[in-house]
């Protein structure tokens, strides 16, 4: 691994790039041909998923890091995304020339498409889709020891076969889960309603990090918009639609706090992923301030929201510059990130602006204190994924 100063560098949100024969070779043979894979739109030509009668994303939309032109202009068929996207070994080499020692790698198609395996008729074809992709990051992790930190995506539409997968991942070498915020919006009890309880106490017992990525949980109809995929692109409108998408775990974090959540399970953790830093500061006083003027520590005898933020709530930056002051404040409950390799990545190329990861690195290095800085690149992350240092 690579050393950065004597500092290990952990990015706490990758992706990877899902293969074309991940499931029609990863699932039973029964299902295959009811299997997520790749085909030509033919309104485009461009190379999507598909899973039944739904196009779903394309992997040029979600691996743009080395590509040769801006967006919206995107690879076209998996042959001309980069290597490094989905290759084990491809991928070190990239993260060692970007001084990066490991990366939580978290997928695209079954985070952000989950309305269309839930829109599915076989329960158990479900199930496996996210099974499969579990089962295939656990092994991709293992072709580079020690570089690689798999997070279990989770069929959060059903509680128990939740738990089970989550107990099974967590003997193979998953870190952590993948969950949804916005539970509700799919006909199901909100997120941190009751009803959820047993999965976050065995996600306890487990010491399983919860892990909201922006965009897991979305509607058909939300995702549509912010990627833009279903309607001309426009350049004021997109870049918009995923400055605010960003800032969407706002709710998610407040409800944890003042639903009781944290209250209830105060060993777990629970990290806002690919949603940036620096409006939280704000958020959290502002529910401190609330609190106060409702007399709620009268009430409840509780901590103030901004104690349980502190106790095991993390958030991620990556490009930010103007938070770093703040950073201090909130030195254990922030990581690193370089959400390789979306758009929005630090993923230098001719086709973005981007600097390097190390650049940010060097940055942070400079406005930082020695101990803020070790926490948030390495030892946060560390404690939270249970990293064998």
């Not at 006083?285 to 007399?295: A, H, K, P, T, V």
């Not at 990581?335 to 600097?355: I, R, V, W």
Request: aromatic share 12%.
């Amino acid at each position: 691994m690579t050393v950065t100063d004597d500092i290990l560098i952990i990015d706490a949100d990758s992706h990877l790039t899902e293969p074309p024969d991940l499931w029609r070779e990863g699932l039973p043979r029964r299902w295959r041909d009811q299997a997520p894979h790749m085909e030509s739109d033919p309104d485009t030509g461009v190379t999507r998923w598909r899973l039944g009668d739904r196009w779903l994303l394309s992997p040029g939309a979600v691996s743009h890091a080395g590509w040769k032109h801006f967006p919206p202009r995107r690879p076209v068929t998996f042959e001309d995304v980069q290597v490094s996207c989905w290759d084990a070994h491809e991928r070190a080499r990239w993260m060692d020339e970007h001084h990066v020692a490991a990366q939580v790698l978290y997928p695209n198609v079954v985070a952000f498409e989950g309305h269309a395996i839930m829109a599915l008729d076989d329960d158990d074809l479900k199930v496996a889709i996210l099974r499969t992709w579990n089962e295939y990051v656990s092994d991709f992790a293992a072709k580079e020891p020690g570089r690689y930190i798999p997070v279990a995506a989770m069929p959060f539409w059903d509680i128990d076969e939740s738990i089970a997968e989550m107990r099974r991942c967590a003997e193979t070498g998953h870190k952590g889960v993948l969950w949804a915020a916005t539970l509700a919006r799919h006909g199901l009890p909100a997120t941190t309603d009751s009803y959820w309880d047993r999965f976050y106490a065995a996600a306890q017992d487990l010491e399983m990090s919860i892990n909201f990525h922006v965009g897991v949980g979305w509607t058909e109809e939300e995702f549509s918009e912010v990627s833009g995929r279903n309607q001309a692109f426009d350049l004021r409108a997109a870049s918009g639609r995923t400055a605010q998408s960003w800032m969407s775990n706002a709710k998610m974090i407040t409800d944890l706090i003042m639903d009781g959540v944290c209250e209830r399970f105060p060993s777990l953790d629970f990290v806002s992923v690919e949603s940036g830093f620096g409006w939280i500061p704000f958020l959290i006083e502002g529910l401190d301030w609330q609190w106060r003027n409702y007399d709620g520590p009268r009430i409840t005898g509780g901590l103030l929201p901004s104690e349980y933020f502190l106790r095991q709530i993390y958030g991620c930056f990556w490009f930010e510059e103007a938070s770093l002051d703040m950073f201090h404040r909130y030195a254990d409950n922030i990581m690193f990130e370089t959400d390789f390799p979306h758009t929005t990545s630090l993923s230098p190329g001719p086709g973005s602006a981007s600097p390097s990861p190390r650049e940010i690195v060097d940055r942070a290095r400079r406005a930082l204190d020695p101990t803020t800085f070790e926490k948030v690149m390495y030892a946060n992350a560390a404690r939270v994924y249970r990293l064998d240092p």
